[in-house]
């Protein structure tokens, strides 16, 4: 028998995936088939883990999904860009996402660079509906050149190189838990959280998301294609949890993450059980 939260995670899973397709819609005249791109790969299902995040942790504190779902699927678009673009020949060459052909392999180099483009400024076009500048600002820090995208060129700097413990955290916050952050922390902006609960919510945003990365490292080692959807092994080379401590050395730093960010949420006085459910999930997924 599922959970409350369980039911609640699904929940909001369901209302994202019913409203990507009306924000995102098929183009009405010739556009040299940039909206099918686009919507190939954002329709394509996925966790939906940022965007549910934003929504439970806005519930969390009073503001109900359904007024939010447009900046929700924002974020899920800056996601979906920043997946074709990885996917690609320059960066990390995949042929498999979610199961299916990536884009660069469907539509052309060039197109998907195009497609993932188009998401990525949706994506602030959809969540300027909520009019708060703030949460805005705090997923372009995130997604950009100091987040998300610095990241990235770090991983691929530091590839087949020697790096430090304390490089690979910053790495690793940047590349992949910068936007799990921001996105818990949008969820306290819109619904008017104060200081104090945003600072709890950053640190367990903080620490889940660089669990996820180990996880989603430990995943690529130990993990089974056909529940990934995905090629594995492939992070040989990498700057990763399991290169520089090996397997177990990386299990529990990802149980040390888990715990900080459980424990971060122990000062805020709303029901919590629902972002504990989401750490505890995560930390013992197979996919």
């Not at 790969?41 to 549910?52: A, E, M, S, T």
């Not at 500048?133 to 100091?146: F, L, Q, S, V």
């Not at 590839?159 to 955290?169: D, T």
Request: charged content about 30%; hydrophobic content about 40%; glycine content about 8%.
């Amino acid at each position: 028998m599922r959970t409350a939260s369980e039911i609640r995670v699904e929940r909001l899973r369901a209302q994202v995936e019913a409203s990507l397709p009306r924000f995102i819609k098929p183009a009405r005249d010739d556009d040299g088939r940039l909206a099918e791109a686009m919507r190939y790969c954002l329709l394509l299902g996925g966790k939906r883990l940022r965007p549910i995040l934003f929504l439970a942790t806005a519930e969390m504190f009073g503001a109900p999904a359904t007024a939010i779902m447009k900046f929700a699927c924002g974020i899920e678009c800056i996601h979906t860009y920043s997946l074709i673009h990885d996917d690609l020949p320059a960066m990390d060459d995949d042929d498999l996402r979610r199961g299916r052909p990536t884009s660069h392999k469907v539509f052309g180099e060039a197109l998907a660079i195009l497609a993932g483009d188009g998401l990525l400024t949706i994506a602030f076009e959809l969540m300027s509906a909520t009019g708060n500048i703030d949460a805005i600002t705090e997923m372009a820090r995130a997604a950009g050149w100091k987040g998300m995208v610095k990241g990235q060129a770090m991983d691929i700097y530091y590839e087949r190189r020697k790096i430090n413990p304390s490089v690979l955290r910053t790495l690793h916050r940047a590349k992949t838990a910068a936007l799990i952050e921001s996105s818990c922390v949008s969820g306290a902006l819109v619904a008017g959280a104060d200081d104090r609960e945003r600072r709890a919510i950053r640190h367990y945003g903080r620490s889940l998301g660089l669990a996820f990365q180990i996880i989603d490292d430990l995943l690529d080692v130990t993990g089974e294609e056909k529940l990934a959807g995905k090629r594995l092994r492939k992070d040989a080379g990498k700057a990763t949890y399991p290169s520089l401590f090996g397997v177990d050395g990386a299990r529990r730093r990802a149980r040390i993450e888990t715990a900080k960010a459980r424990t971060a949420l122990r000062t805020i006085s709303q029901d919590d059980s629902l972002l504990n459910h989401i750490a505890e999930q995560l930390l013992n997924r197979q996919y």
